[in-house]
C-alpha cells in the first residue's frame, strides 16, 4: 500500500514540475526546452531527485541546473502549495543527455539505407 502512494506521488510530483518549470523567470531555465525525465522520491518524502534534460544538449542542460538551483526554493513553494504535502521534499535536480542521446539514435537509424521489405517481396513475385 506504501508503495502504491510513493507511486501516485512521484507522478504528482512530475506533472506539477513540469508546470512549474515553465513559470520559473531565471533565463538560464526559461530559455530553454526542459524535458523531466524521471522523478524519484525517498520513501519518507524527504528528498526528491528530478533528472531532466534539455534538447539544446548537455552544456545547456548544466547551465539550466544552475538556474534551477537557484529557483529551487520557489519550484519547492509552488509545489507544496499545489500537492497539500505535510512536508514538500527537498528537490535535488541532476542533468541527463537523454534527449541527445535518442535524437542522436533516430538521425543513426534514419541514415542507414534499410530497403523496405514489401518492395522486395514484390520483386520476387515477379520473377
Given amino acids: 500500500m506504501a508503495g502504491h502512494r510513493i507511486g501516485r506521488t512521484t507522478e504528482d510530483i512530475k506533472r506539477e514540475l513540469t508546470s512549474i518549470i515553465t513559470t520559473v523567470k531565471d533565463p538560464r531555465v526559461a530559455d530553454c526546452f526542459i524535458s523531466i525525465i524521471r522523478v524519484e522520491v525517498t520513501n519518507d518524502l524527504s528528498y526528491c531527485t528530478v533528472y531532466f534534460s534539455v534538447i539544446e544538449g548537455i552544456d545547456r542542460a548544466k547551465e539550466a541546473l544552475k538556474g534551477l538551483k537557484s529557483a529551487s526554493g520557489y519550484i519547492r513553494r509552488e509545489l507544496g502549495m499545489r500537492l ?15 534527449i541527445e542521446y535518442s535524437a542522436n539514435i533516430s538521425r543513426i537509424l534514419n541514415s542507414l539505407d534499410i530497403k523496405d521489405v514489401n518492395e522486395d517481396n514484390t520483386n520476387d513475385d515477379t520473377e
Fill in 84 to 98: 497539500h504535502l505535510r512536508h514538500t521534499p527537498e528537490l535535488i535536480f541532476k542533468a541527463t543527455d537523454s
